[in-house]
């Protein structure tokens, strides 16, 4: 009683601390924890124990062929925003001020409409008569309209468009923390435009870059509607299987099972990329 | 440690240089010269354009108008990884996923200098500032005062002839910034280094510089030796910014080509050298004279009262009323003189004529 | 008092049964009154109950103010109960009956789900209402048929071809067949295919194509029905994953063909798309209203199922609106002779339709949906 009133000097006693993070942690504990206990369990439990779901994810192999292109469509969405949202970030990090916040809004903007929106605006877009196909014909440069639409590439370019936010944004925080200082440290050694990012900026940003990637790639992962609307037969991804699972077969526990895989998978390629980065850091600044 | 002596220092001439941000001027006709191996010290409250100087000479900044020499060579508009010329940060600016040996071989690096001749000139400057052994940990992992050696080693291991410094020592606690100093002024003398160094710290100015530059509000308003600045300050501002000084208004009376009598606000007549133009009889003037020089006794002088007595260890501070609303600070050893008077007794001020230097009104700032 | 009061009445209720078997004069009125008693029976039991409201898990937009203006509305004003409302796809409501049950709290009386869910792995959340008896004013309006067991028929349509006609315009040749949608010589251009679930119709599309009677589908023959499929793949640009995209392809012109929910074609036509429906060989399908077992107005439930075989000119006004049959076995007659022969329950339509054989489906369900997958990931 009297000793978690010691609360002196800016620090927490033990039992102040867990009731300032006992809130955050119900919560996870509630949204997190207990459904994925109950995924596993479900799993695994049917109602004795036994592993057939996981037997059946593994003896056909269209669930593996789904899981794989799940994670290369996931993968390439995540390269592609990376590519496309570097430069932003570090474009709208120079800028700073309303200047930053324009660019910003225009980044946001298609987080503001719902996926049904966006994904229909790429269907006007790139469909048999859609404005890119008539675009085309009209400048002689094709007769025949182009399939656009309801391919692996329309997935692609649908998808980097509304992950995109989720990649500048977490660079972008990351670049303007860097102190404007450093740049000009390393200007001021000798360092040219191209070396200071290349050894200051880029491996200072790469906790952004860690972030904004993991982030992309786990929404990827969970992609349902753009990949109905927008992508072919063929990008049929794990989470579309999982809802199929779910609602259309009331498969519960195959669904929790597959969901279980795709976890696993997921947290494998996270560690991996963790280290591959911070190997990538370490090779950065050694020579 | 002979393999950092470079080519010794180079002289940095600085002409009429002028800046505004927006409607702010930082630097109004800046003029200064600093001669090979010197160090100059700029001094000046905050906000009086210090650091927009420091970063014109780096080229972070182009200046409006004027020029600037490296050398005797025009650089004003040279890019900054051109200009070699060294900088330490206020906040050290070390590359925090560099290791201690990479920060300090980075300019090295960039100077495409082979592996082997990098290492064992991070070798001689670790060496060179106390922390061989340490070149392998983070930046992270060092004290304050470590970082800020480190810093300093980064930026003279290319053999700069120029090091320009930004506050370097401001976050230090007092202890360990007097011993920087010292190290600072050490390495300065021991590599032949031109520094121009920047401060709002009057006591470090005096203590480690050749001649200080006084700024305010854009504007040199004096440059000198230490000794100058403080037994001849050219203006009240300096006057006041430099050392302790106690200001007394009143009216000149008396004026011949040295002297220059004043009556006080709060009666009494006083004397004093002429410091500035523009002192006339009948004008306002202020007359400023150090807490040190102010004689304390029982014979000579205006009279007041002992108010308040403020010892602090080798030193007995007075503070003596004059009149209704003049206060005259005296100054003397704790163990001097003055040592057995106390609150309440009735004493004479009274300094020699040479001691004080009279400025118009006018010119207070 | 509620309680002692239903006692009661289901005293007197027996009591007048008791008396039917007395004698076969009296049995015949009273097996009239009888009727009408336990059709008010619903209805009563529920306003002794107390049940005022009754929750329908239902379609949302356009649709739902169909339903709300043809069906519960009416409901309401003629027997006060009050009907909530609540929208979501026919795979989530299916899945959010389970998790009702699963934490024993089911939150909804009626929900409407297509024939498709009337299946194993749903029927055991959804009350066994077996020959209707309980629901006497199935037999009385609805078409043969119309008790499902688990559920009561409501709306009625099937899965034909819809084809461009300014693709293939009159006076120029027409697709006509199952085979000439699967013939991209004669009638070349895009096709559109579901990929929503429900496989079954593309291969019962597939093996018509290939020559099996329309009678003669079940047990579908896989092997055959997918190699037919393959044929056509290439063609497929889109295969459609809802109802608003199907018509959105047909619309805008990014297929020539397009098997789809007859409602949202003959809705895309009256709107003015210049297509033709073709019907025969259209795999049946219905929607049906299911009672949720554990709800929490079950009389409340009962007794709108009672009111919403009623009326007839509802039922055609809302076919109108909706583009689909519905159940009540004297709602046709009301359309136009021109309507009629559009629609699904239209006698010569109907002769061609292919019913689902529904135990077939629920047997190899997983099965097919796997391979459905499998064939169209490659
Ligand atoms: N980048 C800038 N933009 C706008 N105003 C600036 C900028 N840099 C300096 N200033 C202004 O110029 C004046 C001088 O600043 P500075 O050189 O930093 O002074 P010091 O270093 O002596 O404190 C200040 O009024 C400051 O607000
Ligand atoms: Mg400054």
Redesign the interface.
């Known amino acids: 009683m009297t000793r978690w009133r010691q609360v002196r000097g800016g620090r927490w006693s033990p039992l102040a601390a867990m009731l300032l993070l006992s809130p955050m942690a119900l919560l996870l504990i509630a949204g997190f924890f207990y459904p994925l206990v109950n995924l596993l369990g479900r799993s695994l439990w049917t109602p004795e124990f036994s592993l057939v779901h996981y037997e059946r994810l593994l003896g056909?192999?269209?669930y593996l062929?789904?899981l794989m292109?799940t994670l290369w469509i996931a993968g390439v969405v995540s390269v592609f925003t990376l590519l496309l949202g570097y430069p932003v970030a570090l474009v709208m990090a120079r800028l700073g001020g309303w200047k930053a916040a324009l660019v910003a809004a225009c980044v946001l903007v298609p987080l503001w409409t719902s996926a049904l929106v966006r994904s229909?605006a790429w269907?006007?877009l790139l469909?048999?008569?859609g404005i890119v196909n008539d675009t085309l014909r009209g400048l002689g440069l094709t007769e025949q309209p182009l399939?656009l639409?309801?391919t692996e590439g329309a997935l692609l370019v649908a998808m980097t468009h509304v992950l995109l936010p989720f990649m500048v944004l977490p660079i972008y925080s990351v670049l303007r923390a860097i102190?404007t200082?450093?740049p000009?440290?390393?200007?001021?050694?000798?360092?040219?435009t191209w070396?200071i990012f290349r050894?200051?900026t880029l491996?200072?940003s790469l906790p952004g870059v860690f972030a904004g990637t993991l982030m992309v790639f786990i929404l990827s992962l969970g992609f349902y509607i753009t990949p109905?609307?927008v992508g072919?037969?063929?990008t049929?991804m794990i989470a579309t299987?999982i809802?199929?699972q779910?609602?259309?077969?009331?498969?519960?526990s195959f669904a929790s099972a597959i969901a279980a895989a795709l976890l696993a998978v997921t947290l494998l390629l996270v560690a991996a990329f963790r280290r591959v980065l911070r190997i990538d850091?370490m090779a950065?600044?050694?020579? | 440690m002979a393999e950092l002596k470079g080519a010794g220092g180079a002289p940095v001439s600085i002409a009429a240089v002028e800046k505004r941000f927006g409607s702010v001027a930082a630097l109004q006709g800046v003029s200064l010269d600093a001669g090979a191996g010197e160090f100059l010290s700029l001094l000046g409250p905050s906000g009086s354009g210090k650091t927009t100087l420091l970063m014109m000479i780096a080229g972070f900044e182009i200046p409006d108008r004027g020029t600037i020499a490296i050398g005797g060579r025009d650089v004003t508009e040279l890019p900054a990884n051109q200009r070699n010329v060294g900088m330490v940060f206020q906040r050290y600016a070390l590359f925090p996923h560099m290791t201690v040996a990479e920060n300090i071989g980075f300019p090295l690096r960039m100077r495409g200098l082979a592996r082997s001749e990098m290492s064992s000139r991070v070798e001689d400057a670790l060496k060179l500032v106390r922390l061989d052994g340490y070149g392998t940990r983070l930046p992270s992992q060092l004290s304050g005062g470590q970082q800020q050696r480190v810093a300093l080693a980064r930026a003279v291991v290319f053999r700069p002839p120029v090091l320009l410094m930004d506050e370097p020592l401001a976050a230090l606690d007092k202890k360990l910034r007097q011993a920087m100093q010292l190290e600072v002024r050490h390495l300065q003398r021991e590599l032949g280094l031109t520094v121009l160094y920047v401060t709002h710290d009057q006591e470090e100015a005096l203590t480690m510089s050749d001649r200080i530059a006084v700024l305010n509000d854009g504007r040199i308003e004096q440059i000198g030796r230490p000794e100058e600045l403080y037994e001849m300050p050219a203006s009240a501002f300096v006057a006041d910014f430099i050392g302790e000084t106690n200001f007394l208004s009143g009216d000149v009376v008396g004026l011949d080509a040295r002297e220059c009598r004043v009556l006080l606000d709060g009666d009494g007549l006083v004397t004093g050298r002429v410091a500035a133009d523009g002192l006339a009889a009948g004008t306002g003037a202020r007359l400023a004279v150090r807490p040190d020089r102010v004689r304390l006794g029982n014979a000579e002088g205006i009279e007041g009262t002992i108010a308040e007595r403020i010892y602090s260890g080798a030193m007995l501070m007075l503070a003596v009323r004059i009149g209704e609303t003049t206060t005259i600070m005296a100054r003397g050893p704790s163990n001097g003189p003055d040592a057995d008077r106390s609150v309440g007794d009735r004493v004479r001020v009274s300094w020699k004529p040479e001691d004080a230097r009279v400025y118009p009104a006018a010119a207070e700032r | 008092m509620r309680s002692g009061c239903s006692a009661k009445r289901e005293e007197r209720e027996k009591l007048m049964h008791r008396r039917t078997l007395l004698s076969t004069a009296v049995a015949l009125v009273a097996a009239l009154t009888a009727g009408s008693a336990e059709a008010q029976t619903n209805l009563e039991k529920a306003k002794q109950a107390g049940q005022t409201e009754v929750v329908i898990a239902g379609g949302a937009g356009g649709y739902l103010e169909a339903v709300k203006k043809h069906f519960y509305d009416p409901f309401t004003a003629a027997t006060g109960i009050k009907v909530t409302t609540v929208s979501a796809p026919y795979g989530e409501k299916a899945t959010r009956l389970k998790a009702m049950h699963e934490v024993g709290k089911v939150e909804w009386d009626l929900v409407t789900l297509s024939l498709d869910f009337l299946n194993p792995a749903v029927t055991p959340f959804l009350r066994d209402l077996g020959n209707c008896a309980d629901v006497p004013g199935v037999a009385r309006n609805g078409v043969a048929g119309a008790c499902l067991r688990h559920g009561v028929l409501f709306e009625i349509g099937g899965v034909p071809y819809a084809f461009s006609t300014k693709a293939f315009p009159a006076g120029k040749p027409q697709p006509k067949t199952w085979a000439d949608f699967f013939d991209v010589k004669t009638y070349p251009g895009p096709r559109s295919l579901p990929n929503a679930g429900v496989p079954w119709w593309p291969i019962i599309a597939a093996l018509q194509a290939d020559g099996v009677p329309h009678d003669k589908l079940f047990p579908l023959d896989l092997d055959r029905a997918f190699k037919k499929l393959d044929t056509i793949k290439p063609n497929v640009t889109v295969w459609w994953r809802n109802g608003d995209q199907s018509q959105q392809v047909v619309r805008d012109g990014e297929v020539v063909m397009s098997m789809m929910y007859s409602g949202r074609a003959l809705k895309l036509r009256s709107d003015g798309t210049p297509i033709d429906v073709i019907w025969p060989g259209a795999p049946i399908d219905a929607v049906f209203v299911g009672a949720a077992k554990d709800a929490p107005h079950p009389h409340a439930a009962l007794a709108f199922i009672d009111f919403l075989m009623t009326r007839p000119e509802a039922h055609a006004a809302y076919a109108n609106a909706n583009f689909y049959d519905t159940s009540n076995k004297d709602a046709l007659a009301q359309l136009s002779p021109a309507d009629q022969r559009g629609r699904a329950t239209h006698p010569d339509n109907l002769r061609t339709l292919v019913a689902i054989d529904r135990d077939w489906v629920s047997a190899n369900r997983d099965k097919v949906i796997e391979r459905w997958n499998k064939w169209l990931a490659q």
Do not use: F, K
């Open positions: 056909e192999p269209l062929l789904i292109r229909y269907v006007v469909q048999r008569n399939r639409i309801h102190s200082d450093l000009r440290a390393a200007a001021n050694l000798g360092a040219g070396s050894h200051v491996p200072l109905a609307l072919g037969p063929r049929l299987l809802g199929q779910m609602t259309e077969l009331l498969n519960w850091q950065g600044h050694a020579g």
